[in-house]
């Protein structure tokens, strides 16, 4: 099914010059130490903790509404330290997700709801179904489905996932336009 | 991201017959012909351990019984052991159930790696019965070996006087053609426990143990302690068209690659259908679906759509004429959204996208189903990949098929 056009109040959005669209009722924090590279959609009540360490967001992601994104923190001389989060180009996160990884890799889609333990990587790829909690420090392979609580491989994506993400984060934010503009309704 | 453009919904036919998503299949450009993974050869590329991402070879593999030495997993939840230190000593904790290796009782160690396992009883006793029947065998093939070998029959060397120390080199090589057996003891077997007594013990045990538990530790008996469980290796693999052989899908090299050297998409390939907006039913009326056709190859598409007669219950009854179109490739980008041509199938036309409109009349039941028959050509760069005993400009115009059927209900 192609992705429907969706409408936004601009008055509640600001767009930044490397096309990024920001809902202003965000709880994004630091942001002097996040980077977010463009064609980025960050929705209603989207946290991001810049505050406690540096968050880098790749090309054309999508954070719906609800996405909780805090950096890692990791064990050394006994003492916690702050990791830096990293997030690559064309991720998708649906609703709600609890994201403490310390690095997702590009073309992952993250389904509603699903809890992303500390210091965990997810490879490119990979789908994380909806509602799975992800134990922390744990690695998964690409192209991996992962589901369940904990969170284990249960499947394989298809191979042509790369461009099948491609394609539908970059239709999402064409579709994504104002309500005032007229973008040409084909249908 | 299946999920979210719902391509579950529309299905192609495979040569084998099985309807599978678009991007599951693959393409053979020297075949024409679309393979699913079951239909085609898929082969074992690489072995690594899923959850260190280490690549293993086949012989290292087979020496560690297929399983990581580095990584465990808890034998309650199944999820990877992580290692903690106190008082410069080791022990394993899953983070997610808290199960520690001292539940076990496992003492711990000085090094974080090579946990105990269960190991088979009659381990050695296997070990003894696999050597002395390899030495039977090398007994049974002893003449076999000896005619082939090209010796005249007068002559032996056990006539050389023991100058050059030749005779014990013949006598060594026949000892090793010959070797000495010494029979072994027969295996006494015991009595197995009877079903019910086992299904007793287990009941009586403390910890009642998930069939997933004791699947995954077999040898571990009810009143045995489960141990941390070595992660089993997974394989990468690639694949190979059953007909002519020629790869279709193969991975870069390196465990955590997700590029290809060599890949043959159906997408890239088979004109890509999809259901545009939700379908209204009507009942007993006449109601429409909107799909879109994109054109991902890298040449034009000649395309021919017609709806399939009604031949199953749940298919709806298609009243639209066949349509002839032509999609331009991704390329030719030039065509921006325009309201296509006067005509009541076609909707628009975008780019390498045209959206079609097809009526059809739902039937009784709740599932909806329509089928569509696909004949397309494509020329330019798709004849050329042909295989090069075949005409060029046959393989070009070489007309292609696919049914394809579509889920119109939610």
Known sequence: MDLGILTYDETEWATTHTGNKVNKKHGITGTQNIIIAGKSIIEKSVSIRGGLAAVRIGKNCILKSGCHIRPCFKYFNKKPTQCNTIIGDYVFMEEGCIVNASQIYSFVHLGARCILGNGCVIRECSRVLPGSVIPPDTIFPPFSTIGGSPARVIGNEPLCTENLMIEACTMYYENFVPKNSHKPSLT | ?410
């Open chain 2, 1 to 410: 991201m299946s999920a979210l453009l719902q391509s579950f919904r529309v299905k192609y036919e495979c040569s084998c017959g099985k309807f599978r998503n678009l991007s599951d299949l693959h393409f053979c450009r020297q075949c024409f012909k679309i393979k699913c993974e079951e239909c085609a050869c898929v082969e074992i590329d690489m072995l690594y351990c899923a959850r260190c991402l280490e690549a293993s070879t086949v012989p290292e593999a087979r020496l560690k019984k297929n399983q990581c030495f580095n990584c465990v997993e808890c034998p309650m939840c199944m999820n990877i052991l992580s290692g903690r230190t106190e008082n410069d000593k080791f022990f394993l904790i899953c983070q997610a159930c808290s199960w520690q290796t001292r539940e076990a009782g496992i003492e711990d160690r000085d090094s974080a790696k090579k946990w105990p396992v269960y190991e088979n009883e009659i381990t050695n006793e296997m070990n003894d019965v696999m050597n002395h029947m390899k030495k039977l065998e090398m007994i049974q093939n002893a003449p076999k070996d000896s005619k082939n070998r090209k010796i005249s029959k007068g002559w032996s060397a056990h006539h050389l006087p023991n100058k050059f120390g030749l005779q014990s080199m013949v006598e060594k090589k026949r000892q090793m053609m010959f070797p000495d057996l010494t029979p072994l003891s027969v295996h006494e077997p015991e009595e197995p426990l009877s079903l019910e007594e086992e299904l007793e013990n287990r009941y009586k045990s403390k910890n009642l143990r998930t069939a997933d538990q004791i699947i995954r530790q077999p040898l571990a008996s009810s009143d045995q302690p489960l141990f941390p469980v070595r992660v089993p290796l997974q394989g990468r693999t690639s694949i190979r068209c059953d007909e002519c052989e020629r790869t279709l899908v193969k991975r870069d090299y390196g465990v955590v690659a997700y590029k290809f050297k060599i890949s043959a998409f159906a997408r890239e390939y088979v004109p890509d259908i999809r259901i545009s907006r939700p379908v209204q039913f009507e009942n007993d009326k006449t109601s429409h679906v909107l799909l879109t056709i994109t054109n991902l190859s890298s040449s034009p598409i000649q395309l021919k759509i017609s709806p399939q007669e009604k031949s199953r219950d749940d298919l709806v009854e298609c009243s639209t004429p066949p349509v002839n179109i032509s999609i331009p490739c991704s390329i030719d980008t030039d065509t921006a959204g325009v309201p296509a041509e006067k005509s009541d199938v076609i909707v628009f036309r975008q780019h390498n996208r045209i959206g079609l409109n097809f009526d059809f009349i739902p039937n009784q039941s709740n599932e909806h189903f329509l089928a569509l028959s696909l004949e397309y050509t494509q020329n330019g760069s798709f004849g050329l990949l042909a295989d090069k005993s075949q005409n060029t400009e046959e393989a070009s115009s070489k007309v292609l098929k696919a049914n394809v059927i579509v889920q119109l209900h939610n």
